[in-house]
């Protein structure tokens, strides 16, 4: 009798890539439609201090004039860009392309201890880091006259 050893973390650890081949195929099949949808599959970390709320993501490759931050009406901190590939790189000399080019957009809610007004970024070393102060808590007291 054989002895099969499966190594479970080994295995889980891979989704995240065998997922990105997955949607590598699925862009390749359907063409430029799936472009539209953002193939760039952009993480980010999430921390939370006692003032602030700070988010960092990797955008290696990625120019600074490429990248937009905004806030929408309903409250959404949204990153947008694109990832160029360099105009160097001629098509037909490539033998293998495993970097992925393309347009991205990641939204995030904010909360409403969150002050969307005083939002600063810093882009640098293919890391953008978003700052999002918490507001200050109001610290009200009523005096009651006692007649």
Do not use: C, W
């Not at 999430?46 to 955008?59: N, Y």
């Not at 909360?111 to 507001?135: C, H, Q, R, V």
């Amino acid at each position: 009798m054989q002895t099969v050893r499966i190594d479970f973390d080994k295995s889980f650890n891979e989704i995240p890539r065998y997922l990105d081949d997955l949607r590598g195929f699925v862009n390749n099949a359907v063409g430029g439609i799936a472009n539209g949808l953002g193939n760039l599959n952009i993480r980010s970390d999430i921390k939370e201090g006692k003032d602030a709320v700070e988010i960092t993501m990797e955008l290696a490759g990625v120019k600074k004039e490429d990248l937009h931050i905004s806030v929408d009406d309903e409250h959404r901190l949204v990153i947008e860009g694109e990832k160029k590939r360099p105009s160097n790189i001629e098509n037909n000399a490539m033998l293998r392309v495993e970097s992925k080019t393309g347009k991205f957009k990641r939204m995030f809610n904010l909360s409403s201890d969150l002050d969307e007004t005083k939002i600063n970024a810093k882009y640098e070393d293919g890391l953008l880091t978003i700052n999002i102060p918490k507001k200050a808590e109001e610290k009200r007291t009523i005096d009651i006259v006692i007649n």
